[in-house]
């Protein structure tokens, strides 16, 4: 299947921080891309859907002015958590899609705000 | 998107059939059954997914009943690297809606033994 990768798989921040998470497809154009949020135990939950130069699309009950999304290019969107806290910590995972094909996902990013 | 019920957990000896099951009984007549897996720690990783017919690839065979209210997922001879929670989802094809999200519930936990 087609790849996508995260970066970094792991990050240690302190509280007040802001922190950037990249997520790349590298071998497909993706005009459309999610990001999801993992709490232990619980599943996957949409944060919000980017498509490729607009605005995102956020779920509710998430703060698109804590967690920015960025969808400049085809190949690169990034998601910036900003003002950590240590109940932002958690799994952060992207998935990719290119048009009608199906999504992919990330290896995710484990975020730990101290 | 219609919901799914999936037992929690499930059992299987190493090298054996591991039979999946989910119900899905209010879905509609233009969505597909989707299954996907997560390896602890990973990001979700796409197995398989059909419309009405039955459908087979490398990984596993989904057999979905003539009704379409319920599917299995099968995994011919379960490897130790297969434990994993399968999550089985229920949506509408990226071909007729241009994108459409993921729902996960909370998936079946699968644990294979040798």
């Known amino acids: 299947g087609a790849v996508v990768s995260q970066h970094p798989s792991r990050v240690i921040c302190k509280s007040g921080t802001s922190v950037k998470i990249e997520c790349r497809s590298l071998?497909?154009?993706?005009?459309?891309m999610f990001w999801y949020r993992q709490f232990p135990k619980q599943s996957l939950m949409l944060m919000a859907t980017?498509?490729?130069?607009?605005?995102?699309?956020?779920e509710q009950g998430v703060e698109k002015d804590k967690f920015l999304i960025n969808h400049a290019s085809l190949t690169l969107s990034t998601l910036t958590v900003t003002s950590a806290h240590p109940e932002d910590s958690s799994f952060y995972i992207c998935?990719?899609?290119?048009?009608?094909?199906?999504?992919?996902f990330g290896q995710g990013t484990r975020l730990t705000v101290v | 998107d219609a919901k799914t019920t999936q037992p929690p957990s499930m059992d299987c000896a190493e090298g054996r059939a591991a039979n999946l099951p989910c119900n899905h009984s209010?879905?509609?007549?233009?969505?597909?059954v989707y299954w996907y897996r997560q390896i602890h720690s990973q990001g979700p990783q796409y197995i398989i997914h059909?419309?009405?017919n039955n459908e087979t690839n490398e990984m596993a065979s989904l057999i979905i009943t003539e009704d379409r209210k319920s599917s299995t997922l099968i995994l011919p001879h379960a490897t130790l690297r297969d434990t994993a929670v399968y999550y089985c989802?229920?949506?509408?094809?990226?071909?007729?809606?241009?994108?459409?999200?993921?729902?996960f519930g909370k998936g079946t936990m699968l644990l294979v033994s040798p």
């Open positions: 209010t879905i509609s007549g233009n969505e597909y």
């Open positions: 071998d497909f154009q993706a005009t459309t």
């Open positions: 059909g419309l009405k």
């Open positions: 980017s498509n490729e130069g607009s605005k995102a699309t956020y």
């Open positions: 998935s990719a899609q290119a048009g009608s094909t199906e999504a992919f």
């Open positions: 989802i229920v949506r509408l094809s990226p071909m007729n809606s241009g994108y459409s999200t993921l729902t």
